[in-house]
């Protein structure tokens, strides 16, 4: 995630409503706990990976 955390989502989580985007995700998600005030550009550096597995019949 950037800031060394590692986070493991199972489920289908939860539809993405624009206008809900500070709020947290109800089953799923990463609050940062540091700003990225001060960095370079006041950016950070995140990393996402998605693995969809489904079972055929």
Partial sequence: MGDGA???CTGL???YRGSESMA??????HRYTHS???Q???R???AAAATDTR???
Avoid: F, I, M, Y
């Avoid at 947290?24 to 998600?29: A, F, T, V, Y």
């Fill in 24 to 29: 947290d995700s109800p089953d799923c998600g």
């Fill in 36 to 38: 990225s005030s001060g």
């Fill in 13 to 15: 989580g939860t539809h």
């Fill in 40 to 42: 370079p550009s006041e």
């Fill in 44 to 46: 950070c550096t995140a």
């Fill in 55 to 57: 079972r055929c019949r």
């Fill in 6 to 8: 590692t986070v493991t």
